[in-house]
C-alpha cells in the first residue's frame, strides 16, 4: 500500500490528537482486550490505565494505549495495521523498517511544525539487545511543553503482532527515563505478545 503525502499527514495529525486526547484527559474505555490480544492491568512496571479507538473513526488506525509509570512519564502502545493485509513478524523486515522510519520521520516533522524543538536522534537499539530481535528501536531528546521548554528524552520502538503493528512510544523529563527501563516494558510487550 502507498500513503500519499496527505496520507501520511493524516495519520500524523490523528496522532498528534491522540497525545492532545491523552494529555487534556478525555475519559476514554479502558479496553480489555484489543486484536483478540488480552491487556492486563501491569505490563512490566507500568500500570494499564486508558484507551483510545482510532479504528471506529479510521480504518487501519488501531488503538492506543496509555499506561502510568512515574509523574512526568507519558507511555502509550498502539496496535495498528494501516490497512495492511499482512505484516511480517520479523522485526528487521522491509514492512517493520519502513513503519518505523515513517515513526521517526513524524517525530522530525513536529519538530520542524514547532510542537517539539531541537530533535536529536539519540541512536537506534535492538529488544532484546542480543539474537533475533523481537523490537527495533530509535531514541530522541527534543524539547516539547506549551512553551516547547521541557527537555525529554523519548523512546520509540516497533514490532509487529498477529499482521498489526505494535508500536511502543516512551516519553519523559530528561534523566527520568533511561534506555533500560524502556527496554524493560518493550521486553515485557515480547512476553505478552507470545
Same mark, same amino acid.
Given at each position: 500500500?502507498?500513503?500519499?503525502?496527505? #496520507?501520511?499527514?493524516?495519520?500524523?495529525?490523528?496522532?498528534?490528537?491522540?497525545? $492532545?486526547?491523552?494529555?487534556? +484527559?478525555?475519559?476514554? $474505555?479502558?479496553?480489555? %482486550?484489543?486484536?483478540?490480544?488480552?491487556?492486563?492491568?501491569?505490563?512490566? =512496571?507500568?500500570?494499564?490505565?486508558? =484507551?483510545?479507538?482510532?479504528?471506529?473513526?479510521?480504518?487501519?488506525? +488501531?488503538?492506543?494505549?496509555?499506561?502510568? +509509570?512515574?509523574?512526568?512519564?507519558?507511555?502509550?502502545?498502539?496496535?495498528?495495521?494501516? #490497512?495492511?493485509?499482512?505484516?511480517?513478524?520479523?522485526?528487521? =523486515?522491509?514492512?517493520?523498517?519502513? @513503519?518505523?522510519? @515513517?515513526?521517526?520521520?513524524? %517525530?522530525?516533522?513536529? +519538530?520542524?511544525?514547532?510542537?517539539?524543538?531541537? %530533535?536529536?536522534?539519540?541512536?537506534?537499539?535492538?529488544?532484546?539487545?542480543? #539474537?533475533?530481535?523481537?523490537?527495533?528501536?530509535?531514541?530522541?531528546?527534543?524539547?516539547?511543553?506549551?512553551? %516547547?521548554?521541557?527537555?525529554?528524552?523519548?523512546?520509540?520502538?516497533?514490532? =509487529?503482532?498477529?499482521?498489526?503493528?505494535?508500536?511502543?512510544?516512551?516519553?519523559?523529563?530528561?534523566?527520568?527515563?533511561?534506555?533500560?527501563?524502556?527496554?524493560?516494558?518493550?521486553?515485557?510487550?515480547?512476553?505478552?505478545?507470545?
Amino acid at each position: 500500500m502507498r500513503w500519499t503525502r496527505a #496520507g501520511i499527514l493524516a495519520v500524523v495529525a490523528v496522532l498528534v490528537s491522540a497525545v $492532545e486526547a491523552f494529555a487534556q +484527559g478525555t475519559p476514554q $474505555e479502558k479496553l480489555r %482486550v484489543v486484536y483478540g490480544l488480552s491487556i492486563p492491568d501491569r505490563v512490566g =512496571s507500568l500500570v494499564y490505565g486508558r =484507551s483510545i479507538d482510532f479504528e471506529s473513526k479510521t480504518r487501519g488506525l +488501531g488503538y492506543a494505549l496509555r499506561f502510568g +509509570g512515574q509523574p512526568g512519564w507519558m507511555v502509550d502502545v498502539y496496535l495498528y495495521d494501516l #490497512g495492511l493485509k499482512r505484516i511480517p513478524a520479523n522485526a528487521e =523486515s522491509e514492512v517493520i523498517k519502513n @513503519q518505523l522510519a @515513517q515513526a521517526k520521520g513524524d %517525530v522530525f516533522e513536529l +519538530g520542524k511544525r514547532g510542537t517539539y524543538a531541537n %530533535v536529536t536522534d539519540q541512536g537506534d537499539f535492538k529488544v532484546p539487545a542480543t #539474537g533475533e530481535p523481537r523490537f527495533i528501536c530509535v531514541s530522541f531528546n527534543y524539547l516539547r511543553g506549551d512553551r %516547547v521548554d521541557i527537555d525529554v528524552d523519548s523512546y520509540l520502538c516497533l514490532s =509487529s503482532w498477529h499482521n498489526k503493528f505494535v508500536k511502543v512510544r516512551m516519553t519523559a523529563p530528561k534523566g527520568t527515563m533511561s534506555r533500560a527501563d524502556a527496554t524493560a516494558f518493550v521486553q515485557a510487550w515480547i512476553e505478552l505478545l507470545r
